[in-house]
């Protein structure tokens, strides 16, 4: 069965530094790949796509990979703030369909 | 204004009740969903309409009935509740499916809890 992972151990960073979250997959073969967040007691809020034909894509401070071959996504966050401490979930779709499928999310916490 | 507003946030219930939770959109989107998210975080999805149309219906229990009145709206209604069935309930919209690029819009979720 399709099956998406994410690291369930939060991920603590000290503030400045790079956050980098993975997102790995199996049984699936996505069109595109979705990085979402979500604050406590709030919908996730969608962040950005990369599709199945692009290595990276930038958005900000924002970067996420995207490694078809290794079933991958890394998800990375520059220059870190506090205010970036929440929950990250991936999300993976196939173009024209209307099921996208979530992972359960990497708590993210930066320390001031 | 609220993208995408769903009510009640909270619900405590007794086993055995019906309940409805009531979810709005006004982005003009065309496709709506309504998606679970257990204990563990994941958030599941139990169904998809698009255009007033089911487009799809999980592994769903069918005391779960959503209906949806017009493209704004998709209501969830659950009958005969269970302990199981406690969990964050969340709404959600998208442009048309073939066009990803703008992610869902969720609402803030409804919180079920069965006692």
């Known amino acids: 069965s399709q099956k998406i992972e994410q690291n369930s151990e939060a991920l603590n960073i000290q503030e400045g530094k790079t956050a980098t979250l993975t997102c790995n997959y199996t049984?699936?073969?996505?069109?595109?790949l979705q990085w979402y967040r979500q604050d406590p007691g709030r919908g996730p809020v969608f962040l950005l796509l990369?599709?199945?034909?692009?290595k990276e894509k930038r958005k900000e401070r924002l970067k996420v990979t995207f490694d078809t071959t290794l079933k991958q996504s890394l998800f990375h966050i520059t220059a870190s703030q506090p205010a970036d401490s929440a929950t990250y979930l991936c999300?993976?779709?196939?173009?024209?369909?209307?099921?996208?499928?979530f992972g359960a999310g990497t708590r993210l916490f930066v320390k001031a | 204004d609220t993208a995408v507003s769903q009510t009640p946030k909270y619900l405590v219930t007794q086993m055995g009740n019906d309940k409805s939770i009531k979810c709005e959109q006004n982005?003009?989107?065309?496709?709506m969903y309504w998606y679970k998210q257990d204990s563990k975080k994941f958030l599941k999805i139990m169904f998809s309409?698009?255009?007033?149309?089911?487009?799809i219906n999980e592994t769903v229990p069918n005391r779960f009935s959503p209906k949806s009145p017009d493209k704004a709206h998709l209501n969830l209604h659950i009958n005969s509740l269970e302990l199981g069935d406690s969990a964050v309930y969340f709404c959600?919209?998208?442009?048309?499916?073939?066009?990803?690029?703008?992610?869902?819009?969720f609402g803030s979720g409804t919180r079920l809890t069965v006692v």
């Open positions: 999300a993976l779709g196939h173009t024209g369909g209307f099921k996208t499928i």
């Open positions: 959600a919209s998208s442009q048309d499916p073939g066009t990803p690029e703008y992610g869902y819009t």
């Open positions: 309409y698009n255009n007033k149309e089911l487009i």
């Open positions: 982005l003009g989107h065309d496709t």
């Open positions: 049984n699936y073969s996505p069109a595109y």
């Open positions: 990369i599709r199945e034909n692009e």
